[in-house]
């Protein structure tokens, strides 16, 4: 007696599950510029690392002896792997086999894959290509009966998102559930062209009288730019490798901490700093060369580029020690928050304190946006939330003053409730409100009775402007300390050094919002 006949069934069907959805619909897949899901899991994962669980999941067909004739795939694949050398759990959907369908247990598959990398405490890193779970109209008619949504796989989903570092990549497009499962994340990237993300697809939308392609209803260029996606790539390889670089800023869970790699140097040279800033406070100037400069070299990425424009978000490393970092652009609204911006900046946030990152800001802040346009988008509702935000964390934090920090949203440059870090350049300049923007209103009566009204304007915005140095705020310790620009990296070495054992690994008492 022996196993014989089990095992070459076995090997039959792992046989025919690898064939994915045959050989047509894979050429099919290719010619739109997608690779097949099994290529895509061997250029994401280190070599020979992926162990697949659930390979024989689908639907078979057997003959009269109830010997297996055929069988479709699940079209969703589930595993372990290593991402440089470090553990993950992957959950991929195979567009070739009925992309959109749930059937192959692929609701099971979704589940088990969520409670894998929860209870083994992994990154989750999802490549997403239609299959939502839900299902399509056509299931009404195979199951006779409709399905009520039940979303099982959301509890999960959100103590993920509390628990381990999730990434997704929309690799096809995706609506419905398979797109919340992208927005579900800690990072997320889509593939410009040939990736697109709806609520929708342009059949149901064209219901509506709105006759869209595909990128015109949800491509990159419109995702990017709205806060949905973080992040657009120009290829499927391009995306595994920001999937690979995300990864290594964090730990594999809240329960560890995020590793330190090799110190690299900042740049070599610190002294063009010292004139980064220009004198003329109306004058923009390039925001992110002075982070490339302070930061290891290379070590910025930078998420979310295209929306909330304003604030510029990332992860870094100083020293080796990983960072987020926040830091203004002038070249947006001045660096004044809008709704975006304020969202943007609290979605890093959430990030680092869920992860234990220490933050890094270089301020530049205006304010919040003013006009019609800020007070009908709410621009405070959102401002609102990230200053709470600021309040609530937790981790260690170093400030930065380049230039203006004026008003309520320069007020959370850091929470005021601790111990911080903080240091200004001597461009710096701060207030309740910018000397320009408030003089009209302050000397109003003395204005208008002047015989010369500019003459006197002027002459008071000297005045005001010689006791607004910032070296008279450090007379009286408003600031803790002004430096030289091109000592600014010295004092960030400093300030990882002494937060990086601070850091405790353990569960934050809030959930993630993504």
């Known amino acids: 007696m022996s196993w014989e ?37 061997a250029k994401m994962v280190d070599p020979g690392s992926f162990r697949e669980v659930g390979a024989l999941a689908g639907s078979g067909t057997y003959d009269e002896q109830g010997r297996l004739k055929d069988l479709t795939p699940s079209n969703l694949l589930i595993g372990r792997a290593q991402v440089q050398g470090r553990p993950v ?29 929860q209870d083994l405490r992994l990154p989750l890193l999802r490549m997403v290509d239609g299959t939502g779970g839900g299902g399509s109209v056509r299931n009404i008619e195979i199951k006779g009966h409709t399905l009520l949504p039940k979303l099982r796989m959301w509890p999960l989903m959100a103590q993920n998102l509390a628990t381990v570092p999730v990434v997704s990549l929309a690799l096809g497009s995706v609506a419905g559930l398979g797109a919340a499962r992208v927005a579900a994340s800690h990072y997320s990237v889509m593939v410009r062209d040939t990736s697109q993300l709806f609520i929708a697809g342009p059949p149901v939308v064209a219901r509506l009288g709105q006759k869209l392609g595909k990128n015109e209803l949800g491509g990159s260029d419109i995702h990017t730019r709205n806060g949905v996606v973080d992040d657009e790539a120009d290829s499927e390889e391009a995306a595994f490798a920001m999937a690979r670089r995300f990864l290594s800023y964090l730990p594999r869970s809240v329960h560890e901490l995020a590793p330190r790699q090799e110190p690299g140097p900042g740049a070599a040279d610190q002294d063009w700093l010292r004139g980064a800033v220009p004198t003329d406070t109306r004058a923009v100037y390039k925001m992110r060369p002075i982070v490339e400069t302070l930061v290891d070299q290379g070590s910025f990425m930078e998420l979310g580029r295209r929306w909330g424009r304003a604030v510029i978000t990332g992860l870094a490393r100083i020293d080796g020690w990983p960072v987020a970092v926040f830091a203004s652009d002038p070249y947006h609204y001045g660096g004044g928050w809008d709704g975006p911006a304020a969202e943007k900046f609290t979605r890093l946030l959430d990030l680092a304190e869920t992860f234990h990152l220490p933050v890094v ?22 401002g609102v939330r990230a200053l709470t935000a600021v309040a609530q964390s937790t981790v260690p934090w170093c400030s930065i003053i380049v230039r203006k920090a004026f008003g309520v949203a ?38 208008e009775a002047a015989a010369d009204p500019e003459a006197k304007m002027a002459e008071i915005e000297a005045r005001v402007r010689s006791l607004a140095s910032p070296f008279r705020s450090a007379e009286a310790f408003v600031v803790e300390d002004i430096i030289d620009p091109a000592s600014t990296r010295e004092a960030l070495v400093e300030f990882v050094t002494l937060a990086a054992p601070l850091r405790a690994a353990e569960a934050r008492a809030f959930g993630y919002r993504p």
């Open 5 to 41: 006949n089990e095992l070459k069934e076995l090997a039959l069907r792992k046989e025919l599950a690898a064939r994915m959805g045959g050989e047509e619909k894979v050429r099919r897949h290719r010619e739109g510029g997608k690779l097949p899901v099994r290529e895509r899991i």
């Open 89 to 117: 759990v992957v959950a991929a959907d195979d567009f070739t086999v009925r992309g959109g369908a749930n059937d192959g247990a692929v609701g099971d598959k979704l589940v088990e894959a969520e409670r894998m990398a």
């Open 361 to 382: 800001n270089l301020v530049d802040v205006p304010g919040f946006q003013i006009g019609l346009h800020a007070e009908k988008s709410g621009a405070m509702r959102y």
């Open 410 to 447: 320069a007020g959370g440059h850091q929470s005021a409730g601790r111990f911080n870090f903080r240091y200004a350049w001597p461009s710096a300049q701060w207030g309740s409100l910018p000397v320009e923007g408030g003089l009209e209103v302050a000397y109003k009566a003395e204005i």
